[in-house]
């Protein structure tokens, strides 16, 4: 299971951005995937998690602009960013995890066993 992320660039505050992952293969019901964000100096952190079954949770700072979808078909996982703010410029990173049961989602990083490089987002004013 290989992530690899697509769709950032730069985005004026207000706007809208839609990220992607597409995975080298399903990783299967019993697997939940996520987005993580860096800023610069600052921990990696959880924003948005998907279960096997499709159910999604969120960061509480995030909530409300943020949507998360997996397209099975396409083995892509995706993430929408509404409203976008400047403290939404940073790095985000596909992942995924397996093993949990297919009602497992997750924000912590170390539940994750798969990793993408990442796509930069920057927001201007």
């Known amino acids: 299971v290989q992530p690899v992320e697509s769709g950032g660039g730069s985005v004026q505050s207000g706007g809208s951005l839609r990220l992607s992952c597409v995975v080298s293969?399903?990783?299967?019901?019993?697997?939940?995937m996520g987005w993580f964000r860096q800023a610069p100096g600052k921990a990696r952190e959880g924003v948005a998690s998907i279960s096997g079954v499709g159910s999604t949770i969120y960061a509480e700072s995030v909530k409300g602009r943020l949507t998360i979808s997996y397209e099975k078909d396409a083995n892509t996982l995706s993430l929408q960013i509404d409203t976008v703010k400047a403290d939404d410029t940073g790095n985000y990173y596909c992942?995924?995890?397996?093993?949990?049961?297919?009602?497992?989602?997750?924000?912590?990083?170390?539940?994750?066993?798969?990793w993408g490089q990442g796509t930069q987002v920057t927001v201007s004013s």
């Open positions: 293969e399903d990783p299967g019901r019993e697997s939940f």
């Open positions: 992942a995924a995890g397996v093993g949990r049961g297919a009602f497992a989602r997750s924000l912590v990083v170390n539940d994750y066993a798969y």
